[in-house]
C-alpha cells in the first residue's frame, strides 16, 4: 500500500490549499482516514478523521476553517484549509487506517511522507 500526499506549499495567511491523500496498490477498503500535521520541535498532532461512514471530528485549533472529505471509489481523501493562519504551519501526513485486502487480509494502517504546509506573508 502506497501513500501519495499533494498539495501543499507555501500560501499568504487567510489564504486557502487542498491536500489530496491517494492510497493505491491491493486495497479493497480502507476504515478510515485521518490528517495530522507536525510544526518544527512540537510532537505531531491529529488534525482530522473520517470513518468509513463518513463522520468526521477536528482539532479544535482548526474547527471552521478544515474540511475533511474522502471519495471511497478512488480511495482518495482531501483536507481543504480555509483561513489559514501561520501556526498552521507544518508537515502534513495522511494515515489511513483498517486497510483491507481484495482478498480479506487486514493489511493495518499506513502512513505517507508527507506535505509542507507553509502560511506566511
Known amino acids: 500500500v502506497q501513500l501519495v500526499e499533494s498539495g501543499g506549499g507555501p500560501v499568504q495567511p487567510g489564504g486557502s490549499l487542498r491536500l489530496s491523500c491517494a492510497a493505491s496498490?491491493?486495497?479493497?477498503?480502507?476504515?478510515?482516514m485521518g490528517w495530522y500535521r507536525q510544526a518544527p520541535g512540537k510532537q505531531r498532532e491529529r488534525v482530522a478523521h473520517i470513518t468509513s461512514g463518513g463522520s468526521t471530528d477536528y482539532a479544535d485549533s482548526v474547527k471552521g476553517r478544515f474540511t475533511f472529505s474522502r471519495d471511497k471509489a478512488k480511495n482518495t481523501g482531501y483536507l481543504q484549509m480555509n483561513s489559514l493562519k501561520p501556526e498552521d504551519t507544518a508537515v502534513y501526513y495522511c494515515?489511513?487506517?483498517?486497510?483491507?485486502?481484495?482478498?480479506?487480509?487486514?493489511?493495518?494502517?499506513?502512513w505517507g511522507q508527507g506535505t509542507q504546509v507553509t502560511v506566511s506573508s
Open positions: 496498490g491491493s486495497i479493497f477498503s480502507i476504515n478510515a
Open positions: 494515515r489511513v487506517e483498517g486497510v483491507e485486502s481484495p482478498l480479506g487480509f487486514t493489511l493495518g494502517d499506513y
